[in-house]
């Protein structure tokens, strides 16, 4: 699956999309930078209501196919701007983590 497919899918709102055609081959949920640094594998669609710049090296660094904000989570600027920097794609929902994770299950198969 794609991140357009899960956008499509999901009713994702785009925040940043430099990679719409990434493939999507698990998912993460976290909100500890730390954590999912070290957890998070290439290609998760990572699900989290942390949206600072520094989520965006995260990201980058594990090379997740999307971040995907929970609960609508505020961005900054700034932040979009790093991630269209770091091709990282940016999405948004007003679901919660629990819902997003088992929508993304089960698009998944998992």
Do not use: H, Q
Request: hydrophobic share 45%; glycine share 8%; net charge negative.
């Amino acid at each position: 699956m794609t991140v357009n497919n899960l956008i499509n899918t999901l009713g994702l709102e785009v925040l940043t999309l430099p990679d719409g055609e990434k493939e999507i081959t698990g998912g993460y949920v976290g909100d500890l930078l730390s954590w999912v640094m070290g957890k998070a594998e290439e290609g998760d669609a990572w699900i989290t209501i942390m949206s600072n710049i520094n989520v965006i090296a995260v990201a980058s660094l594990r090379d997740v196919a999307c971040v995907i904000l929970a609960e609508n989570s505020d961005v900054e600027k700034k932040t979009l701007e790093k991630a269209d920097e770091e091709n990282v794609n940016i999405l948004r929902s007003e679901l919660n983590s629990f819902e997003l994770c088992v929508s993304l299950g089960k698009l998944l198969n998992k």
